[in-house]
């Protein structure tokens, strides 16, 4: 199935927008009711199937960064496959993002996509746009799946070079400009939520594409600019990610229900 | 000891600029005289072992670029970890760029660098600028390490985003700029030798840096352009990657000592 349809099944079966970001850090996990850390063996994966198993009915999809188990070198790696295997199984209908931001010239990135649509199963990934059209071909071969360009991250520094001035307005927005030529059906946008003016900005340069935002939680954006800044006529084509304010709050899945539902409040506005 | 102290010997030993990217390719792999490939097993690692025993003495440093192992899951970056032991435990002296242009948020991206660095043991990586300095500092705080930040990619679309006019001039300039404003002593600059207008451009700003370009063989780059428009005052601080144009030659020596030999030539002039 492609991955706009999948992710539209699940936004209707969970009625959710939420994504959660699966970023565990060993030194920020404790023992908590039904996930007993030791802080020894498989606790990046073992953290994450308890998580998941206590938020797969309020989400739209599931987005581990590969930087949180890449750290830990083939042993996390190998516990990433595992929650891969696990998402796959358990919950076939949820869609998974690998956040990988993995961005080369063609020669290279044919590799990187092989990598995650081929060996990791992914159904999206996120892709920076700065090396331009010939560098994100080979993600866009593979027809069933997504590929997010970064468009503007949620970073504070991100406004120095993403917001400088060019001949065709500010960068982020000159990327969009170019990435609306090239009309390409399994592209989608990533903005951070932690700027709704810019996010507001490419919605209206896309007015179907699906969004990929970030920021509602740890990083403090403004929920309601952000909700009604991203979604399209239909009040949905945005996915909005949380990491560390949910997966580390004391009841992640009454965390993850509240994000959800609040989302849900400024969607129907 | 630190990057540039180590490479700045092993340029002067070897009487080489020549870095040689670890980028194999099973398609493109066959027997050979001293490999005997037989397309199962560790192919990438017996191949990458081979290329080194034959090119030690040509080189400043080897460049694996992680897309070639990623694709191939978990057995592609174990063999790249053993390929990182053999080079660390039998050529010590000659450095290690992983290039693998990992760029992330902050909460991120201090976990790739962790990957890169502790991880893997480079001595070296490839980061975009684009997220601005907050991204990049997690890779900085390693400060024997050294961080390329890839100002201006070689491919024939990397004019369309870096070349826009801005403000501050190309978008390429206008980013190299800013860095040089933020004054950090282990970061270098990677810029395409298939654009010498542009390495030119990057030189003036950075008289003293150490730049990583790729692009003078498969890539078709011209060689004495961009040997006279990257070398610094004392005709070096510059790495020139070549991948293909070295490992699939007949006799992957030959063609290494050819190259080295005509940037050397270059040099002097």
Redesign the interface.
């Known amino acids: 199935m492609k991955f706009p349809d999948k992710l539209d099944r699940i936004i209707v079966k969970n009625n959710s927008l939420l994504c959660i970001g699966l970023?565990p850090?060993i030194e920020k996990l404790s023992p908590r009711k039904g996930f007993s850390f030791t802080g020894k063996g498989e606790s990046l994966l073992e953290f994450s199937k308890w998580i998941i198993d206590k938020t797969a009915k309020l989400v739209c999809a599931y987005k581990p960064?590969i930087?949180?188990f890449?750290?830990?070198?083939?042993e996390g790696?190998?516990q990433l496959?595992k929650i891969f295997l696990y998402l796959q199984n358990e919950y076939p209908q949820i869609p998974i993002i690998l956040d990988a931001?993995?961005?080369?010239?063609?020669?290279?990135?044919k590799?990187?996509a092989?990598?995650m649509f081929?060996?990791?199963g992914a159904d999206a990934t996120t892709v920076?746009?700065?090396?331009?059209?010939?560098?994100i071909e080979p993600f866009l071969s593979y027809i069933n799946n997504y590929t997010f360009l970064l468009v503007k991250?949620?970073?504070?520094?991100?406004?120095?070079?993403?917001n400088?001035?060019?001949?065709?307005g500010p960068?982020y927005l000159?990327?969009a400009k170019?990435i609306k030529k090239w009309d390409r059906k399994n592209i989608g946008i990533f903005v951070g939520a932690t700027y709704p003016k810019e996010l507001k900005g490419i919605r209206e340069i896309f007015p179907d594409k699906i969004l990929l935002s970030a920021g509602v939680g740890a990083q403090g954006a403004d929920l309601e600019r952000s909700v009604k800044a991203g979604v399209d006529k239909q009040k949905k084509g945005i996915i909005f990610n949380a990491s560390?304010s949910i997966i580390y709050a004391q009841d992640p899945a009454k965390a993850a229900k509240n994000l959800r539902d609040e989302i849900n409040k400024y969607r129907s506005i």
Chains 1, 2 share one sequence.
């Open positions: 970023d850090e960064n930087a949180f890449e750290a830990y070198g083939l790696l190998d496959k931001k993995r961005t080369d010239i063609a020669n290279s990135a590799m990187y092989k990598s081929d060996y990791w920076y746009p700065h090396l331009g059209l010939d560098s991250t949620s970073n504070l520094d991100s406004v120095t070079f993403q400088l001035k060019t001949e065709k960068y000159a990327l170019e560390r």
